[in-house]
Structure formats: structure tokens, C-alpha cells
């Protein structure tokens, strides 16, 4: 195993306790809002916290898999810088979303960066492997 490919292993880790740590976060916010399982709805505060975690497993199907390609097919370092951000995207979208479902849009924007980064790094790097 290349000694390069441990950055994009580490984003990697990150990226799955920092959504270990958003799915938790609807456990307590269960508790915390009094909505039982398997009850979704009915106070904006919890669907808050839940809509977190869901658009989360949403973003990171895209994200893993590209990383990944991005690492192996152009470079393992921009892979990792590019999916730091992500990471940044998923906590500041969390964090303004928390508060105010009208504050999420920086921390997606972020997330987007990263990810279309990641997308486009792939592209390019699985296309020029090819020719």
C-alpha cells in the first residue's frame, strides 16, 4: 500500500466519524425534542437535525467514491485537500442548519466545492489514464 495513499484514508476516517457524530446527534435530538421513533416529523428543531444527517448520506455517496478515483487516477494530495473541504462543508452546513433551515446554504455551497472538485479530479484523471 502506497505511503501516499494514507491523506485520503484520513479524510476518509474523518468523513465517517463526522457523520457517526451527525447521526448521533438525532438520537439525542430525539430525546432532547420528544420524538419518538420512528416518528420523523413533528418538531421543526429535531427535522432540523435529522434533515443534517440525511442530506449527509445523501452528499457522501457522491463524495467516497469520487475521492477515491480523484486519489488513485490524479493526485492523492488534491484528493485529500479537496475532501477537507467537504468535511469543512458537511460542519459549517450542520452548524448554520442547527439554527435556521435559511442558514445552511453556506456550509452547502462548501460541501458542493469539495465535491465537484473531487468529480471533475476524476474525470480528468481517469480520462488521461486512458488515452
Known sequence: MSKDLALPA?????????????TINVGRARTKFNVPAPQTSGNPDFERVLRVQQNTVEQIILF??????????????????????????????AWGYYQAADKRGPGFGI?????????IGSIYGVITNLL
Open 10 to 22: 484520513l479524510v476518509t476516517i474523518v468523513a465517517l466519524v463526522t457523520y457517526f457524530v451527525l
Open 64 to 93: 467516497l467514491p469520487s475521492l477515491w478515483m480523484c486519489a488513485l487516477f490524479t493526485s492523492p494530495k488534491v484528493a485529500a485537500g479537496l475532501g477537507a473541504v467537504w468535511i469543512l462543508g458537511r460542519i459549517v452546513f
Open 111 to 119: 460541501t458542493m466545492l469539495g465535491n465537484m472538485g473531487l468529480l
